[in-house]
């Protein structure tokens, strides 16, 4: 039997190069070694707060271009959570057997609250609980994510094994798949945080549906450091994201990118770099065109997705009901 993947992303935001490399690409290589469950999270995009019109339509251009980007309907299932109301009724159930200090412990959300904590919505704080409901209702084994999930899926699997002990065995138990390169792509305007959808500086990201002249002009201004020498060196955090960016597109290692700059200037390298990105995207950007032509289809494409998949979701709450006497 194929073992079962599951991943997630939001809707809102523009979807950068940290997202593709970090979790997209993985989910398109290799496609057929597994069984593939991949899911818009707008249940998550409202625990801030939305424009109706503006989310409806982000929807449909995370899934134009995640099939632009390879999501195969033969071969994964691609739907959008809300479509499938037993994500919402296992976060509330998970919700009830997880200890306040384990969510408390959510490094995330008080980055995602900042200062303005009692401002945050009650959603926020218990998002990672939406998140285990979505890998736990599919008898998930692996679930691949960028970096900054790690603890969401530690998280996850202790509440999976503390709901196995108190009512006997019901979830499987997920494992984390981490990018071994570009697991944390990290701001072009600032080599120390991390690449994110909701930072405003215009040449912080690299966004999927950038034209090939911004993408030049973010690479050309990203910050580097006072040394000469092109080296992977972690503690050159600037030099070293734009390696690693380079290493994640072209697939070379990083003996031959080194031999590559070597007597080379910190402008080829982000000449070359601005041209590995902008060929990697050309394709995706030129399928997603397509796609978003025609909405109809991609809400036909989510809705029989969601059809699939529906049948899993009923079965697991089936089993937690009884599980816990509810009903
Ligand atoms: P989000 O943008 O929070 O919906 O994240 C969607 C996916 O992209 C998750 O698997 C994240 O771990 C991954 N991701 C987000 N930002 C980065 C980044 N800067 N580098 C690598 N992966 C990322
Ligand atoms: N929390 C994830 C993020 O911000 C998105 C997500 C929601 C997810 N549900 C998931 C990822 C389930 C993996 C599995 O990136």
């Known amino acids: 039997m194929k073992k079962r993947i599951f991943s997630g992303i939001q809707p809102t935001g523009k979807v950068h190069i940290g997202n593709y490399l970090g979790a997209i690409k993985q989910w398109v290589t290799n496609q057929g070694d597994h069984d593939n469950i991949y899911c818009i999270v707008d249940l998550h995009a409202i625990t801030v707060p939305q424009d109706p019109a503006e989310l409806k339509a982000s929807i449909r251009t995370m899934a134009g271009l995640l099939f632009a980007a390879g999501i195969d309907p033969e071969q994964s299932v691609l739907f959008v959570q809300s479509a499938i109301p037993a994500h919402s009724e296992l976060a509330w159930i998970l919700n009830c057997i997880t200890p306040?200090?384990?969510?408390?412990?959510?490094?995330?959300?008080?980055?995602?609250?900042?200062?303005?904590?009692?401002?945050a919505s009650v959603g926020l704080f218990d998002y990672p609980a939406l998140m285990a409901s979505d890998i736990l209702l599919y008898d998930t084994h692996l679930v691949p994510v960028g970096e900054d999930q790690k603890q969401h899926l530690?998280?996850?699997?202790?509440?999976?094994?503390?709901?196995?002990?108190?009512y006997g065995e019901t979830f499987v138990v997920p494992e984390p798949i981490i990018p071994k390169?570009?697991?944390?792509?990290?701001?072009?305007?600032?080599?120390?945080?991390?690449?994110?959808?909701?930072?405003?500086?215009?040449?912080?990201?690299?966004?999927?549906?950038?034209?090939?002249d911004v993408i030049l002009k973010k690479v050309k201004r990203a910050t580097t450091d006072s040394l000469r020498d092109i080296r992977f060196d972690e503690n050159r955090?600037?030099?070293?994201?734009?390696?690693?960016?380079?290493?994640?597109?072209?697939?070379?290692?990083?003996?031959?990118?080194?031999?590559?700059?070597?007597?080379?200037g910190y402008g080829?390298?982000?000449?070359?770099?601005?041209?590995?990105?902008?060929?990697?995207?050309?394709?995706?950007?030129?399928r997603y065109a397509k796609f978003i032509a025609d909405p109809a289809q991609l809400d036909a494409l989510l809705a029989q997705s969601a059809d699939k998949v529906r049948p899993i979701a009923e079965a697991t709450m089936k089993r937690v009901h009884q599980r816990m006497g509810l009903g």
């Open 268 to 286: 080829d390298l982000k000449k070359e770099l601005a041209e590995v990105i902008i060929e990697g995207l050309r394709p995706i950007q030129e």
């Open 154 to 166: 530690e998280l996850t699997r202790d509440i999976a094994q503390r709901f196995n002990r108190q």
């Open 237 to 264: 955090p600037g030099v070293f994201n734009l390696l690693s960016i380079y290493q994640a597109f072209t697939g070379e290692t990083e003996a031959e990118i080194e031999a590559h700059f070597a007597g080379k």
């Open 100 to 119: 306040m200090g384990w969510m408390e412990r959510m490094t995330q959300f008080k980055e995602k609250a900042g200062k303005d904590r009692e401002r």
């Open 181 to 212: 390169i570009a697991a944390r792509v990290m701001g072009l305007d600032d080599p120390t945080k991390k690449m994110s959808k909701s930072e405003p500086g215009k040449f912080h990201a690299v966004y999927m549906l950038d034209t090939p």
